[in-house]
């Protein structure tokens, strides 16, 4: 079978639907360079983005649970590999590209700094007079210009549908904050659209298994959550009696995210046929989310949502960590502000023209969880 660029092409043209992207007609790169004669363009940003020092930080970033405390929590690397693989079963579900899911879904976390969400929120407090901290705006920032692998041009010279998909990713992101070259009125990609989608399945799922695992959430106190009690109801009716606790827990956690899963290929079936989108023109001029759960699973979800975050991410434990990982990172930040020659020398020579606190937030940014624990006690203890 040829396995030349052309050859794949032609296959997208072949198999994908009308409103699916493909790869020959991408809107480039902004740093011209020749066709691969043996991959796509989405292959290329792939193979890209994986060989990428930020992609490999995301083994020791925190997911919800940091490092210490146990080697099974998920990471920001497994929850990506995790996002990437239910997305590409989706995308096929629906005849999306799913080269393109894959690139979205590896690169969607690249700018998170370490410790998880306490991190960005504290970045976005430390930087609130000076241009603000967010995770998609930094990802960007990573993959147009932090990362170098190449003499010729700075940052990893994505093609325009995976940066627009980074700085699009959320079903709610401010089209004001956009940048002009991303055309903010168009609405993301269906490609972007559904690893945003999977994005929140992944994450409610996986946090319910590693909550339960940890002992921060017990099995009674889930019984609460309908949408979980539905899938634990279907994990005991269809498993032997003698089956343990820990099966049952696997076995719901698959019955549930198979039944978002689902719920989400056929809403957003019904989605396309309602609204008669035929093709990425009109996914693009479409004012509203296409790819969704329906309205009924969407309460459920946010039910469920809701519930993990008061039992789960406010949990004392889990605050207790955090509470000192802000204390890490504040720490740093104070101590770079005021020692800019401290700086490692690329970091300090970019504060010359983005500005000492977009300098020092980009190197902390980068950190991974333990590299910030070992500057801190090396620098502030």
């Given at each position: 079978?040829?396995?030349?660029?052309?050859?794949?092409?032609?296959?997208?043209?072949?198999?994908?639907?009308?409103?699916?992207?493909?790869?020959?007609?991408?809107?480039?790169?902004?740093?011209?360079?020749?066709?691969?004669?043996?991959?796509?363009?989405?292959?290329?940003?792939?193979?890209?983005?994986?060989?990428?020092?930020?992609?490999?930080?995301?083994?020791?970033?925190?997911?919800?649970?940091?490092?210490?405390?146990?080697?099974?929590?998920?990471?920001?690397?497994?929850?990506?590999?995790?996002?990437?693989?239910?997305?590409?079963?989706?995308?096929?579900?629906?005849?999306?590209?799913?080269?393109?899911?894959?690139?979205?879904?590896?690169?969607?976390?690249?700018?998170?700094?370490?410790?998880g969400h306490r991190g960005e929120d504290l970045l976005s407090e430390l930087m609130a007079e000076n241009g603000g901290f967010e995770h998609n705006r930094q990802a960007l920032r990573i993959v147009e210009e932090l990362e170098s692998r190449y003499p010729e041009f700075p940052g990893l010279n994505l093609t325009y549908e995976v940066r627009e998909s980074i700085i699009k990713h959320s079903a709610h992101y401010d089209r004001e904050k956009i940048p002009q070259r991303f055309r903010p009125a168009e609405a993301p990609l269906l490609e972007a659209q559904i690893v945003d989608e999977i994005d929140s399945v992944v994450y409610d799922c996986h946090d319910i298994d590693d909550g339960v695992r940890g002992g921060y959430i017990l099995l009674e106190q889930l019984a609460d959550v309908p949408l979980w009690q539905g899938a634990w109801q279907d994990a005991v009716a269809s498993s032997p009696t003698s089956a343990s606790p820990k099966l049952l827990v696997d076995r719901a956690l698959r019955i549930l995210m198979d039944s978002l899963l689902g719920n989400l290929v056929d809403h957003t079936l019904l989605q396309m046929r309602t609204h008669a989108v035929d093709d990425t023109a009109q996914v693009r001029a479409h004012a509203s989310q296409l790819v969704s759960v329906s309205p009924s699973m969407k309460q459920a979800k946010e039910q469920l949502e809701a519930w993990l975050f008061a039992n789960l991410y406010r949990d004392f434990r889990v605050n207790r960590v955090f509470h000192k990982a802000r204390k890490v990172l504040a720490s740093l930040f104070s101590f770079y502000i005021t020692h800019p020659d401290s700086l490692p020398p690329e970091h300090a020579s970019r504060a010359e023209g983005a500005g000492l606190h977009r300098a020092v937030a980009d190197y902390i940014a980068g950190m991974t969880d333990r590299f910030a624990n070992d500057e801190y006690a090396r620098l502030c203890i």
């Open positions: 079978m040829d396995q030349t660029r052309e050859a794949f092409e032609a296959r997208e043209g072949a198999l994908l639907a009308p409103y699916a992207m493909r790869s020959a007609q991408t809107r480039g790169r902004d740093h011209a360079s020749e066709r691969d004669p043996n991959r796509t363009e989405f292959h290329r940003d792939r193979d890209r983005i994986i060989h990428s020092r930020a992609f490999r930080r995301l083994q020791y970033k925190t997911q919800v649970f940091t490092n210490q405390e146990g080697d099974h929590f998920r990471t920001r690397l497994t929850h990506t590999i995790e996002v990437s693989q239910l997305a590409r079963t989706a995308a096929r579900r629906l005849r999306l590209n799913e080269d393109l899911v894959e690139c979205v879904a590896m690169v969607h976390d690249l700018g998170h700094p370490p410790f």
